[in-house]
């Protein structure tokens, strides 16, 4: 093995304990969050944001779909759009019925 297979090595093993690192402040983050007198909307709100970092984050580099191409990606973009209305529409029903009440 040569001395730059050996620090591209090196520099794809940096890049994942640092990933690592990020998930593990994310982890501690949401537990946090779990404590904070907010509301349930807000609560929602908050861990799905995080989630979705975290998320971004093993995809984009434990599964290496960040050097994809650039249709996936849009596809991926599209998906995640599809998700968050499918989880933020009952939220938003659920809203309009405590605000009619």
Known sequence: MSDHDNGHIQEHIRVYLTVFG????LTLLTVGVSYLNVSSTEAIFLALTI????AS???GYFMHLITEKQTIVWLLILTFFFFLVCMFLPMIYDFDHTRLS
């Open 22 to 25: 990020a998930l593990a402040v």
């Open 51 to 54: 989630a979705t970092i975290k």
């Open 57 to 59: 984050l093993v995809a």
